[in-house]
């Protein structure tokens, strides 16, 4: 084999190669990026169950109203009570409210933790809009230190125009506080989940 001709097979492995490098950078790249683009995706759309966050309310109050409920729980691994102020309220649609919900470090050390949060029945979602929430922001609690945190919302009046939802009587806000590392919660939810007595 001439110098030649092993020039253009080696030009053609190393191409190759760096194909191959690039596809696998890329997926990897997919990869990381696929949950925060999920998590932006489900906040716009209220895709399965996920309020939608909006920075202000400009929507008309109905006369219509409608049952929240408010569920908080603690994933095991973290020693945290947390619970809102009030279990439930009757809101009319578009009117702004906002509910306060009290964490407390139960545990002898610090321990840092982060919210996440869903809406059942899931295309209630697309309704329920949070103005200000405490949802993926770490916190780190000392011995026995209790945190207040609100969560202002709103349910978008057009619920009353889908068919789907526009008989609903009640609707459920979930939070689930889960230990965190970075940011980031460390457990996925799981059935071991602990509601909170209210």
């Known amino acids: 084999m001439s110098m030649a001709e092993s020039t253009?097979?080696?030009?053609?492995?190393?191409?190759t190669a760096f194909v191959c490098l690039g596809v696998a950078v890329g997926m990897i790249?997919?990869?990381?990026?696929?949950?925060?683009?999920?998590d932006l995706f489900c906040r716009v759309t209220g895709?399965?169950?996920?309020?939608?966050?909006?920075?202000?309310?400009?929507s008309e109050v109905l006369e219509r109203s409608i049952s929240v409920r408010?569920?908080?729980?603690v994933a095991p691994g973290l020693s945290w009570s947390f619970s809102p102020e009030k279990p439930e309220v009757?809101?009319?649609?578009?009117?702004?409210?906002?509910v306060y919900y009290k964490v407390t470090n139960t545990g002898d050390k610090p321990a840092t933790g982060i919210a996440t949060y869903n809406v059942q029945p899931d295309l209630a979602g697309t309704y329920f809009s949070k103005l200000e929430c405490f949802c993926f922001t770490e916190q780190t609690l000392q011995p026995g230190e209790t945190l207040e945190s609100a969560v202002v919302f709103y349910v978008d009046p057009r619920l009353a125009q889908d068919s789907d939802v526009k008989d609903l009587s009640s609707i459920t806000l979930s939070y689930t506080y889960f230990p965190s590392k970075a940011g980031k919660p460390v457990a996925e939810a799981t059935s071991s989940t602990t509601p909170i007595a209210q």
């Not at 790249?29 to 999920?38: D, E």
């Open 47 to 58: 895709f399965d169950g996920t309020p939608i966050v909006r920075d202000s309310n400009a």
């Open 70 to 73: 408010f569920d908080s729980n």
């Open 29 to 38: 790249g997919l990869a990381y990026a696929s949950v925060p683009l999920y």
């Open 8 to 15: 253009p097979n080696q030009r053609r492995m190393h191409r």
């Open 90 to 98: 009757t809101v009319k649609l578009g009117e702004t409210t906002t």
